[in-house]
């Protein structure tokens, strides 16, 4: 069922959505299409020769159809788009007209107003422009192209996605959510003698409904690749902030890499020159890493921008060498006059602040430190839907993108000892990069065919089923900023082993969610692992720890803490 909408839908949706707003029993609406199919696949079109045969007609239609989007836009009451599969034409201005719009995965979006040569009302193509920016909207129009899950969250079409079986619980939960704080907060507000506001509309609303009163517009600028195998725990940390301000009820949009040559460094040189002609639109601009260099001298008065660093380049090119080590080098030359145009720069951890400091020059007022983010209601659900494997060898997991400053040679060259010592261990090694040949390499002149598994890049849900299978997680990283795979792992409640360098202590606690050791230390490595493996009661009690100590990190803790972060 496409749920394709007639001009007499149209005028109900209008008079229920009336309706409802004056039910004072009725705290919040959702508007979803028949079955989970289609949200909508938009107007029928079937109708257009009959009611829209002429002037008059045409003009009756189109007042049917703004008087729909108007009532879903004015009212005073939260307002959910449920969406399931397609969601076009006509269909998404009844989504864009709610104030948020959660969606099953596989979803699909689009306006295919070009293709069919239908003008838009201009209130619907400024509610697209306010919720993904002035370029997306272009790119939508013009193309009439299909938009992806994924890309609609990226970009801020959509402000949660979820598998089709968890959308109408998470929907209604929320709003039962959002109802029962509203409540505390109307109480508070009566004994404070304050009005409540609904969360960021400028019309009068219901002062049950809680929020903060003035939503921040926020677009983040990454020509890092936005997906887990290509952007690692860049990506994913920046995918999980977007998140994390979604749900705080702010809007949070990325402007990500589209045009991709093969050489990174052009790459980015490329992206950034294009901000410059196609300028953010936002309350805050947050340039992560290097981006944002060329459009941050030129940005307009009024206009806050931060700088995150993710990885510090200029301590990352240390471990480097060659060509590598010299394209870095020009990065971080960018990276440093990005920080330097920042009124704040936002880093992951203390030694990522002492080396901004160090090596850019950034005054240690204008530093702040927010963690990085794990969503743990999401690797809950992998981790629970994840089949166990059965019964076998003692098996370590490690998860990273082969670059030399992660050390995988020291963590191979401790398996060589380890299986000496525990017959049967396991070595999974999960990731790919440039030392992915050298590496294999190594393995095979240690002689370790049958210990050590290279896995390659893997789903995230694939990876979900690694980490419930390992007993101990071991990265012998030596520069981390952050460490985003460590806190992945101690979700999946996994002691761990790890080199006591960079930022790696700030976030694993030695002797408490895993043992730390020296970096560059095959043998302590080697007696570390044995020590976990061979000790059930030590694997659990770490495991607790790390389970405990990630609540830390969740999405909207780490994005309320960013919020308070920026300038």
């Known amino acids: 069922m496409r749920n394709a909408i007639s001009y007499a839908m149209w005028v109900e949706i209008a008079r229920l959505t009336e309706g409802l707003v004056k039910d004072d029993s009725v705290r919040g609406i959702v508007y979803r299409g028949a079955g989970t199919v289609a949200f909508a696949s938009g107007a029928d079109i079937s109708e257009f020769q009959e009611q829209r045969k002429d002037a008059e007609s045409s003009q009756r239609y189109g007042e049917a159809t703004a008087a729909a989007y108007a009532a879903i836009r004015e009212c005073p009451k939260p ?3 449920m969406i399931y599969g ?18 099953a995965e596989g979803s699909k979006y689009g306006i295919p107003a070009a293709k069919l040569s239908i003008v838009y009302p201009t209130d619907a193509i400024g509610q ?6 002035p370029a997306y909207a272009k790119d939508i129009l013009f193309s009439a192209r299909t938009v992806g899950d994924r890309e609609a969250l990226a970009i801020g079409l959509i402000q ?10 998470t929907t209604y939960d929320y709003l039962k959510a959002v109802r029962a704080a509203a409540r505390a907060v109307a109480r508070g507000g009566r004994e404070r003698g304050l009005q409540g506001g609904h969360a960021g509309l400028s019309r009068k609303a ?34 999980g902030l977007l998140r994390g301000l979604r749900h705080l009820g702010h809007v949070a949009r990325l402007r990500p890499i589209t045009a991709r040559s093969g050489v990174h460094t052009f790459d980015r040189w490329r992206y950034n020159r294009a901000i410059v002609s196609d300028p953010p639109d936002a309350d805050v601009v947050v340039g992560v890493d290097l981006d944002g260099y060329q459009w941050a001298p030129r940005r307009p008065r009024g206009v806050r921008y931060a700088v995150m660093l993710k990885g510090i380049i200029a301590d990352e090119l240390r471990n480097e060498r060659g ?17 330097h145009l920042a009124e704040r720069v936002i880093v992951p951890s203390r030694y990522s602040a002492d080396v901004a400091h160090e090596v850019y020059g950034a005054p240690r007022e204008r530093i702040a430190t927010v963690p990085e983010p794990v969503d743990l209601a999401e690797w809950r659900r992998r981790f629970a839907e994840a089949p166990r494997r059965e019964p076998g060898p003692p098996t370590v997991l490690s998860v990273a993108r082969m670059y030399p400053r992660k050390r995988l040679d020291v963590l191979l060259r ?7 010592r525990i017959p049967g261990v396991r070595v999974r090694i999960v990731g790919e990069g440039p030392e ?15 210990v050590v598994t290279f896995l390659g890049e893997i789903s995230r849900s694939a990876l979900a089923v690694e980490y419930v299978g390992a007993d101990c997680f071991c990265l012998p990283t030596v520069q981390e900023g952050f460490g985003l795979v460590f806190a992945e792992a101690m979700a999946a409640g996994l002691p761990i082993v790890a080199c006591r360098a960079a930022a790696v202590p700030e976030v694993v606690e030695d002797g408490r969610t895993g043992l730390l050791v020296r970096p560059n230390d095959p043998e302590e490595l080697a007696r570390a692992m044995e020590r976990v493996l061979t000790n059930a009661g030590l694997r659990a009690e770490l495991g607790g720890a790390g389970r405990r100590r990630v609540e830390a990190f969740d999405l909207d803790r780490v994005a309320a803490r960013l919020l308070e972060a920026l300038p």
Do not use: H, K
Request: proline share 7%.
């Open 160 to 169: 949660r996605l979820v598998p089709e079986s968890d959308l109408e619980r």
């Open 323 to 339: 060509l590598v080590r010299a394209l870095l080098t020009l990065q971080a030359r960018w990276e440093r006059a990005n920080v």
């Open 436 to 450: 992915s040949v050298r590496l294999r390499g190594l393995a095979a002149s240690l002689g370790l065919e049958g």
């Open 79 to 81: 307002t959910v788009a």
């Open 414 to 420: 401790a398996a060589a000892r380890l299986c000496a």
């Open 128 to 133: 697209l422009v306010d919720l993904v920016g």
């Open 86 to 103: 397609f969601c076009m034409g006509g269909a998404m201005g009844i989504a864009m007209g709610c104030d948020l719009r959660f969606a």
């Open 206 to 239: 219901p002062a049950e409904v809680p929020g903060p009163l003035s939503p921040v517009r926020l677009e983040f600028l990454s020509s890092t690749p936005p997906s887990p195998t290509e952007g690692s725990g860049t990506w994913v940390a920046i995918d």
